[in-house]
């Protein structure tokens, strides 16, 4: 398969606009596909870390506060854990959590989740009281072995 990078003409009616596309071959057909460069205004990471979490216990990690005037969009969260190990992904709006936004359980140590679009999980920061951002929620599957828990949970802020 070769990708080169082409472009298309934009309807007649328009002022000669042309989209940056990239054309490759697959099989017989040749297929254009948009290019679109995704970029944050504001990124931010914030790295959250418990030790010697206990088998069937759980753990809190949140975001730091929003900035104010921003909304909070998340682009992803990484967790790793040396045991078997259950996270939940909310947003919390005046330290009050959401419904779950993502979900995962796994005993392989390492566990990526990643919106589909980073409009997809969004908290807009509010002047009252409380935690606006977004939290994981850790909880330890093993039965026998506590293990600490690292997360990253990186997101992006925009005006609101």
Known sequence: MTITP???QVPPNSTGVKTATR???IGSDTVQRQ?????CVNPVITYVTSASLLPGA????????LTASMTGRLWGVDVICAAPFKA??????????????GLGITNLGHWEFRPPHPAFITVPY????????FRVIVTNL???DDSDVYT???????LT
Request: aromatic letters at 8%.
């Open 6 to 8: 082409s472009y298309i």
């Open 88 to 101: 939940e992904v909310y947003t919390v709006a005046n330290g009050t959590p959401s419904t779950i936004k």
């Open 142 to 144: 093993g039965v026998v």
């Open 58 to 65: 759980s753990v809190t990690l949140d975001s730091a506060q």
């Open 126 to 133: 509010s002047v009252t009281a409380g935690l606006d951002g």
């Open 152 to 158: 990253l949970i990186y997101y992006d802020e925009e």
């Open 35 to 39: 290019h679109v460069e995704i970029a």
């Open 23 to 25: 054309q490759l071959v």
